[in-house]
């Protein structure tokens, strides 16, 4: 090499990695809080999914118990696993899933144990009158 003769270097600048960081930092930032968005849009469709469930199987348990829905006033829904409901992950500790019954009528109380406590359906109900889960943990009318 001559004098005045350069070497070649191969390699990134630092302005270049520093805008690498930041257009990955930039990806992070849009996609984190959709993907939490996600999460709670499937840990939603999971408890309206155990609620309609649980209903079905209280169903067929009063169809065993010729209709009336008493003795399970007050139960957690660990007693509909012989008619086929399987407590959900997010609910395997007592007290996620409660029933509250009358002779003719039920509501199915359900708190997702994973999602944050602002989430509309972290506390959700499904009333035997009306059909559907709910969003309000109050629908549940004094039997």
């Known amino acids: 090499m001559g004098v005045g003769e350069?070497?070649?270097?191969d390699g990134f600048t630092l302005v270049e990695l520093l805008v690498v960081v930041v257009i990955i930092s930039i990806l992070a930032a849009i996609a984190i809080p959709i993907y939490l968005r996600q999460r709670e849009k499937g840990w939603t469709a999971q408890v309206q999914s155990s609620l309609k469930n649980a209903a079905t199987a209280i169903e067929a348990w009063a169809v065993d118990n010729g209709g009336d829905?008493?003795?399970?006033?007050?139960?957690?829904?660990?007693?509909?696993?012989?008619?086929?409901?399987?407590?959900?992950?997010?609910a395997s500790s007592p007290g996620y899933i409660t029933i509250v019954a009358n002779g003719?009528?039920?509501?199915?109380?359900?708190?997702?144990?994973?999602?944050?406590?602002?989430?509309?359906?972290?506390?959700?109900?499904?009333?035997?009158?009306?059909?559907?889960?709910?969003s309000d943990p109050d629908t549940c009318p004094t039997l």
Request: charged fraction near 20%; glycine fraction near 6%; aromatic fraction near 10%.
């Open 69 to 90: 829905f008493t003795s399970l006033n007050g139960a957690d829904a660990s007693v509909l696993e012989p008619q086929g409901f399987h407590m959900p992950t997010w």
């Open 104 to 134: 003719t009528r039920y509501c199915i109380q359900a708190q997702h144990s994973q999602m944050s406590t602002s989430a509309a359906w972290r506390r959700s109900t499904y009333d035997s009158a009306i059909g559907e889960p709910k």
């Open 6 to 9: 350069r070497q070649r270097q």
